[in-house]
């Protein structure tokens, strides 16, 4: 017991010293930036901005994680995918409408379509993988799901492959969002005004929709015992397909905002969001929505932010390079020091 004790102190120091030592690394590093003055003000603002609108689509896909979390307490490690399926499904149906004239003729009812497209075949694709992949998976122990969600993510991500290509895909550009908005000294894109204030909006209903209605509360009460939500009278099967079919729709609108940044879609573009998103979600405290929400914005900024202001002051080149180094930094870091997460939500035992 002392040799086993004597051990997990050594790995608890080496980990504090490792994460004290990034903390130390990045804050040396903004010193040097911030002293010899390597961001100017308008890059400040331009990084922020754009941090937002990339961490609002995070925030997006981190739901997705935290709804099935709370209601399984289990990783959906294919939610990627379901983000990923939603864009580029979509993909073809803004080329058929573009192809038609209608992106032209009628802009505002050709994104809609093209965004009802995506949410659609997202919220499909998660539906499935509830009853194929996990419900009968539903008693077993924790690793056997979390085997098959990587096994399922795989299959996606080949499946789309297989049916869409594996070269990379430009969207039609949409006209209605070309310009620039002024807030007084704030300046930012018509797109990254759109993809800030959808997420927010679609965050909002999502918060109503869990704390206002009938299904909501039935969710809560499935997530805190399973067992007695069913004695009260829920049907816990179809929470669960609703809990899925929810982190669907807001993985397939993540997918079109998505779009409208990076302007591409690639069968394997739901990796590195879908990890991002996941960190998003730990960062906040897994399986907290309102913490989803709050990492994934958070992580948006400092991976932005953080490779100009961490590494430019050490004379890095190309340090925007090394954004993905910065993005599960942070992971190990909130593992460190909070593995709880901001908000960090108890787990039931």
């Known amino acids: ?13 080496f980990l504090w010293l490792l994460g004290g030592g990034l903390l130390a690394f990045a804050g040396w590093g903004s010193i040097l930036t911030l002293v010899e003055g390597r961001i100017q003000p308008n890059q400040w603002q331009n990084l922020i901005i754009a941090g937002i609108a990339l961490g609002s689509v995070y925030a997006l896909i981190a739901l997705g994680y935290t709804l099935v979390y709370g209601i399984l307490f289990m990783i959906n490690f294919a939610h990627g995918e379901v983000f990923m399926w939603g ?34 075949v997202s919220m499909l694709v998660a539906i499935m993988l509830e009853r194929i992949a996990y ?23 080949y499946t789309a492959r297989g049916f869409y290509g594996s070269g990379v895909r430009a969207y039609p550009d949409y006209t209605l969002f070309d310009g620039t908005i002024t807030l007084g000294i704030l300046s930012l894109s018509v797109k990254q005004a759109v993809v800030i204030l959808s997420a927010i909006g679609l965050m909002l209903a999502l ?8 299904t909501g509360r039935a969710m809560r009460a499935v997530s805190e015992d ?20 929810i982190g669907g729709l807001l993985a397939g609108a993540a997918g079109i905002l998505y779009t409208l940044i990076f302007n591409q879609v690639l069968f394997f573009m739901g990796f590195l969001p879908g990890i991002k998103a996941f960190t998003a979600a730990v960062l906040g405290g897994i399986g907290n929505v ?18 100009n202001l961490f590494l430019s002051g050490y004379g890095i080149p190309s340090p925007n390079q090394l954004k993905d180094v910065i993005a599960f930094s942070v992971l190990v870091l909130v593992l460190i020091f909070r593995p709880s997460g901001l908000l960090g939500r108890k787990e039931n035992s």
């Open 207 to 214: 918060y109503v929709f869990i704390n206002r209605t009938r």
């Open 226 to 245: 399973k067992d007695v939500a069913a004695m009260m009278g829920i049907n816990v099967d179809r929470i669960i397909v609703t809990t899925f079919a």
């Open 135 to 157: 419900r009968p998976l539903r008693g077993a122990p924790r690793l056997v799901p979390l085997i098959t969600a990587i096994g399922a993510s795989l299959f996606l991500q």
């Open 87 to 120: 864009a580029f499904t979509a993909f073809f149906a803004a080329t058929a409408l573009n192809d038609a004239g209608l992106m032209v003729s009628n802009p505002v009812l050709a994104f809609f379509l093209v965004l009802a497209t995506s949410m659609l």
């Open 290 to 307: 309102i913490g989803a929400a709050l990492g994934g914005l958070i992580l948006g900024i400092v991976e932005q932010l953080g490779p």
């Open 1 to 13: 017991m002392r040799r086993r004790r004597i051990r997990f102190n050594l790995v608890n120091l």
